[in-house]
């Protein structure tokens, strides 16, 4: 089990989370409406998340590659989508249905 600490709009949520899951999945199954427009396939990047504390593994050519392409991220912006949870994590999620006023999209796969 790995400990998660989610900055929301709606305040601060920590929740125990198993070790392998898909961050975002586990994020929305706590009841935080992050966005995932493209359901999980690296191309939308709403499901990003700002990584505060923790290792979120390494990351993967396809996420490498849609995050280089903006240029208003910080060097600790990940795809919630691409990571698997391996450590204690204390992050920020950017993009919410409720504020951004949007449907969240197509649930991820396992
Ligand atoms: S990049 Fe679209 S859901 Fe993660």
Redesign the pocket.
């Known amino acids: 089990m790995a400990r998660i600490t989610a900055e929301t709009a709606n305040g601060t949520v920590s929740f125990d989370a198993a070790e392998g899951r898909k961050l ?1 999945l586990t994020i929305e199954d706590e009841g935080i409406d992050i966005l ?12 990003r998340v700002e990584i505060l504390e923790g290792d979120p593994g390494p990351i993967g050519e396809p996420e490498k590659v ?1 995050l280089a392409t903006k240029t208003d991220l910080n060097d600790h912006t990940r ?4 990571v698997r949870i391996m450590d204690d994590l204390h992050l920020k999620v950017i993009n919410q249905a409720s504020v951004n006023g949007i449907d969240p ?1 197509t649930r ?1 796969e396992e």
């Open positions: 975002v995932h427009r493209c359901g999980g396939n690296a191309r939308c990047t709403t499901c849609i795809l919630s989508c691409q999209g991820p």
